[in-house]
């Protein structure tokens, strides 16, 4: 599981705005199937992600569970650079927003000791440049994402 312990199934299906319901007659599932599937308690094939992702209108959800998966690779699974739903960029708010407080609180936590960050704090904080980098692409993201939803609208 994730550092976090955040499930997206769940989010993602929410964000959609379908009911478990709706998903588990798409899926052929049964509800309570998806139910463990959205609270960590069953492992969700990759045939079931990818017809999730399809319904959910999200290409978030399959990488996100192949980070979730594969721990260890996950630095190596990029993100999709162009969001191309409203759901995807409600979830990409969602990782950003979850990245960004685990580099706030480390740096907060440091601060606790003392107030003044030591060479060897500094030291820890340099290993999240590359997660602020990585939040950077994915805050311009969402960045052009309103504002191509902003072009369509004028």
Known sequence: MPES??????????????????????????????????????KVDQ?????????YRNRLLPAWHLRYLNP?????????????????????????VEELEKVYNEAKDFLRNDGILDRDEIMELEKQIPTLQELINKITGLINYVKNKSLLLA
Request: charged share 20%; net charge negative.
């Open 47 to 55: 045939s079931t992600v990818r017809e999730m992702a399809l319904l």
């Open 72 to 96: 260890a690779l996950a630095e190596f699974i990029p993100d999709p650079a162009e969001l191309q739903s409203d759901s995807e960029f409600v979830l990409q708010c969602d990782f950003s």
């Open 5 to 42: 312990g955040k499930l997206y199934y769940k989010t993602c299906r929410e964000n959609a705005g379908l009911t478990q319901e709706v998903v588990c007659a798409y899926l052929n599932i049964e509800v309570t199937t998806l139910s463990k599937y959205e609270n960590g308690h069953l």
